[in-house]
């Protein structure tokens, strides 16, 4: 047994929480109950039926009728990696729009996979300036893939696509898009806006657990890949095998995550109950509230409104406080997890995420209440009351 190890008649509950960080966020119950169902084979013709309904679904909140919709099995990391290594292949020039950590991860992703990468750095905080692909794109005579990232978690910055995906068409290129975090909270319109490969996650804004990427695949795309001079380096995150698993062939490629696969039907399935505007209102509504309280408080966000995510909002943390020890009160006191920076912002920014189930204006107002009961205990004095005022008048007249 190790030094620290407990023994497993006194190990501890997995504790509750009200995850307001950048991810997991919490799971609806019906989906919890959802992955306790019996388990069933990954090729039992029952369960072909339930990956059909996945499949339609996921088509829906993508907002697609053209493109393949099914679910990678790995996080949405897993998404990232399986559209790089697929898409490209070595010696490809792709354009990737960087501007911020996540971003940063495609460059290393894409340079691995042995592709000719060009990275157009721009501030973080801010949305991508279009005029700075233009200018690239005009200096190759080909590119085979251009990359954005919709809702960059790091910086809180929503980037707008139709500019990029214009660009990237107009130079023939293939568009590729990060929805990690928008998909279920903002739109994500993939064939109004001309998106050749988009990935998400299933812990954010669907509600789910983490454990898999629900990807959509144009038939450009799905094209390319399967028309490549050589195989992608990974066999796993083979977008061409995994959709020949998804679609009619049903080619065995390997053993499916069933109980989240059943998650995942489950927290479709709520966000179209729900409706998607009435859930982007939702989004809005409450990361409305949140900015109205910390600015009550006289905290200040990273990114202006306009631009900003409703499902993270990172702020600046007030001078002479320490970073891990407010989040560290909250997690211990109020059971609140709120997230750190990363990359370039870390140790200097917090990041509260409002995302899915987590998407609660108690929530909101919980949070706030407890900032104006540590804060002022770590050397920040705030108005008591204020915030938590702030928040519930703008919840008030939505």
Known sequence: MAPDALPVS????????????????????????????????????????????VSELLRRVYQTDESLTFALSGTGSSGMEAGLSSLLEPGDTVVMCIYGFFCERMVDMATRVGANVVPLRAEWGKPFPEDLLEEELGKHAKVKLVTAIHAETSTGVRQPLEGISALAKAHDALFMVDAVTSL????????????????SATQKCLGCPPGLSPVAVSPRAHDTVKSRDSKPVSWYLDLALNANY??????????????????????????????????????????????????ALGMEAVVPREHALDQITPLWIPEGVDDDTVRGMLLREHNIEMGKGLGALAGRVWRVGLMGESSRAEYVLGLLSALEDILPRVGYEVPQGAGVGAASKSLSTA
């Open 184 to 199: 279920g909270g903002n739109e994500v319109a993939v064939d109004d806006w001309d998106i050749d490969y988009c990935y």
């Open 246 to 295: 998804w679609g009619f062939d049903r080619v065995y490629h390997h053993t499916a995550p069933v109980s989240m696969i059943l998650a995942l039907r489950e927290g479709l399935r709520i966000v179209l109950e729900e409706g998607l505007e009435s859930r982007f209102e939702r989004h809005r509504r409450n990361a409305d509230a949140l900015r109205a309280g910390l600015d």
């Open 10 to 53: 006194q190990m501890p509950a997995v504790p509750p929480r009200i995850l307001l960080g950048p991810g997991p966020s919490n799971a609806n119950p019906r989906v919890l109950q959802a992955m306790s169902s019996s388990m069933i084979g990954y090729l039992d013709p029952d369960f072909m039926l339930i990956m059909n309904e």
